[in-house]
Nanobody
């Protein structure tokens, strides 16, 4: 079984930055997985924030383009989400997700493995 553990959440003022990390463990070959970050704001549905393939191809949700950067270190089995210029509307629980195979994914159901989430709060 594959385990995903997020870290790095917290509370920051608008304009601040955070870097989320997702440690992946439990099965060999996870470095070939497509990985993604999702978020869920209070009272809203889960939404894709960013995704990255094993080869480094990326996709981003429009609201975070130019502010967030997804990256991965396959040697460390870790995926990162660098979040800059944070806004109050970025507040929510952020989840790491993993999908075996290749290619960017855009739908929640395309990811097989999920972490428990880390809280991000942007408030003055």
């Amino acid at each position: 079984q594959v385990q995903l553990v997020e870290s790095g959440g917290g509370s920051v003022p608008p304009g601040g930055s955070l870097r989320l990390s997702c440690l992946v463990s439990g099965r060999s070959g996870v470095s070939t997985y497509t990985m993604g970050w999702y978020r869920q704001a209070p009272g809203k549905e889960l939404e894709l924030v960013a995704g990255i393939t094993s080869g480094g191809s990326r996709n981003y949700a429009d609201p975070v383009k130019g502010r967030f950067t997804i990256s991965r270190d396959n040697a460390k089995n870790t995926v990162y989400l660098q979040m800059n210029s944070l806004k109050p509307e970025d507040t929510g629980v952020y989840y790491c997700a993993g999908a075996p195979g290749f290619g960017l994914r855009s739908k929640e159901r395309e990811y097989d493995y999920w972490g428990r989430g880390t809280q991000v709060t942007v408030s003055s």
